[in-house]
């Protein structure tokens, strides 16, 4: 209902039939640490036949999720580019603005290849 109210559509696994989409992002552990993929295989497939990008939010791997998309012609990532822009605005908050964005962009992505 709450997704309903903001003229999101929503369906149930048994009513979803894809359609074009300009990214599908997985955000589930699927492929984490096993071979699994998020969702069934064939309706992967077609999600990725309909869109144009693919993210995947496990980062420093590449997942089966990855992996398919890539075997399918997509462009995907992983999610250390969100990782990266979620710890510069959470940084940017914790020093209250002090700091440019940019200089804490640079140092994340330096400690980031460190680790």
Known sequence: DDF??????TFTW????PSAYDLVV????????DENYPIELFVLQELFRACRYV???????VTPFLRLARQ????????????IGQGVLANELFT????PKDKILKAMQESFRLS
């Open 26 to 33: 997985n955000t589930s552990s699927a492929g984490l640490s």
């Open 14 to 17: 048994e009513e979803f039939k």
């Open 72 to 83: 399918m012609g997509r462009p995907a990532i992983d999610g250390e580019a969100m990782l």
């Open 4 to 9: 309903a109210a903001l003229a999101c559509h």
């Open 55 to 61: 993210a995947d939010v496990i980062y420093g791997k």
């Open 96 to 99: 209250r603005g002090k700091l």
